[in-house]
């Protein structure tokens, strides 16, 4: 039995479609944009970090390092938006026709491919760092730092990122 304070609290999915389908779409946008654009500063200021530390190094070498593993992680990052982007489409479709189960088993394929591919990548940029580094454009004096920073960034950060 359901208790008065349980019937009164609006379940996720009442508050899911309330936004979807009742709040207008400017405030709509706003509720479901900002994170993301939060989630972008976020790693805006990561890379900003990064290279600030790495900077006070006061090593050239080191901080060429973080500049030839930067495509390396919008590479990442491009195939995890993939996802995303891809996944959010057949949910918003699925919603407008309230179709609930694909909505989920969609947002689980979506997740479940991210991980998939971000071990993937992880496991292919390991294998082959080496040549990879060397299309980046990494010479002799900068080839060690680089594979060093990869390594915790791509291949032990790129699954659990």
Do not use: C
């Amino acid at each position: 039995m359901i208790s008065s304070d349980q019937s009164a609290k609006p379940t996720e999915n009442t508050q899911k479609e309330q936004l979807f389908e009742h709040v207008p779409i400017p405030k709509a946008v706003m509720t479901l944009a900002l994170p993301t654009v939060v989630s972008s500063l976020v790693m805006v200021f990561y890379s900003l970090a990064d290279t600030y530390f790495v900077g006070m190094l006061d090593n050239s070498i080191e901080n060429s390092a973080v500049t030839l593993a930067a495509p390396v992680m919008l590479a990442f990052n491009a195939i995890n938006n993939l996802f995303g982007v891809g996944t959010s489409s057949v949910m918003s479709r699925a919603l407008g026709k309230k179709d609930y189960e694909t909505v989920s088993s969609s947002s689980a394929l979506g997740f479940y491919s991210s991980l998939l591919f971000a071990a993937l990548f992880s496991l292919f940029y390991t294998l082959f760092h080496a040549p990879f580094l060397k299309i980046l454009g990494a010479d002799d004096s900068t080839v060690q730092g680089a594979a060093a920073y990869l390594k915790w960034t791509v291949s032990f950060g790129a699954v659990p990122s």
